[in-house]
T-cell receptor
Framework: AQSVTQLDSHVSVSEGTPVLLRCNYS??????LFWYVQHPNKGLQLLLKYTSAATLVKGINGFEAEFKKSETSFHLTKPSAHMSDAAEYFC?????????????FGRGTSLIVHP | ETGVTQTPRHLVMGMTNKKSLKCEQH?????MYWYKQSAKKPLELMFV???????ENNSVPSRFSPECPNSSHLFLHLHTLQPEDSALYLC??????????????FGPGTRLTVT
């Protein structure tokens, strides 16, 4: 079985300071991992994905994530937070289940950015 | 139109009504998904259609009935809903290939309120 745990339900940072959103996964197979962002009253937008190539993945809006197999982690970071980064962030793992690749979503982390 | 569109964006219905949610993807993808997003709960995968065949049905009550007439359109037919069915319903699509590293593209969602 696969699962994903987002360790913080809320993260609060000041504008201009670094962002760290934590994600740990459990999977018996090599996973595909994703981070999505959801702004209020919007759908989810892909930030970045890990596909068994480079372990450090760069995404949109200055975000990046590092796949660490030994720690089963895929934490999302950004060097300097912007007010527009305030949103809900979801970590997702996908592995094969039968003939399909079923996604499992974390519970989400709400990022709050203070001026 | 580009991406994934959903109509209506907002819907209020009584428990005895029958309504349908529509999703259309303009990306040439071969898989489509329905998700339910409730406040303070993880994103719930409801149905998956792969090449127009339903491959997942996560124990969803029969008052929700999906329909996928072609690879571009997905419907969710609703009847005799309960107040706890009030939520944001998200549609997504993806291009399924042999590896699991393909991302999903989400629509903006339909905000459903059952009175």
């Amino acid at each position: 079985a696969q699962s994903v745990t987002q360790l913080d339900s809320h993260v609060s940072v000041s504008e201009g300071t670094p962002v760290l959103l934590r994600c740990n996964y459990s999977s018996s197979y090599s996973p595909s991992l994703f981070w999505y962002v959801q702004h209020p009253n919007k759908g989810l937008q892909l930030l970045l994905k890990y596909t068994s190539a480079a372990t450090l993945v760069k995404g949109i809006n200055g975000f990046e994530a590092e796949f660490k197999k030994s720690e089963t982690s895929f934490h999302l970071t950004k060097p300097s937070a912007h007010m527009s980064d305030a949103a809900e962030y979801f970590c997702v793992v996908r592995i094969q289940s039968g003939g399909s690749y079923i996604p499992t979503f974390g519970r989400g982390t709400s990022l709050i950015v203070h001026p | 139109e580009t991406g994934v569109t959903q109509t209506p964006r907002h819907l209020v219905m009584g428990m005895t009504n029958k309504k349908s949610l529509k999703c259309e993807q303009h990306l040439g993808h071969n898989a489509m998904y329905w998700y339910k997003q409730s406040a303070k709960k993880p994103l719930e995968l409801m149905f998956v259609y792969n090449f127009k065949e339903q491959t997942e049905n996560n124990s969803v009550p029969s008052r929700f009935s999906p329909e996928c007439p072609n690879s571009s359109h997905l419907f969710l037919h609703l009847h005799t809903l309960q107040p706890e069915d009030s939520a944001l319903y998200l549609c997504a699509s993806s291009q399924e290939v042999s590896e699991g590293n393909y991302e999903q593209y989400f629509g903006p969602g339909t905000r459903l309120t059952v009175t």
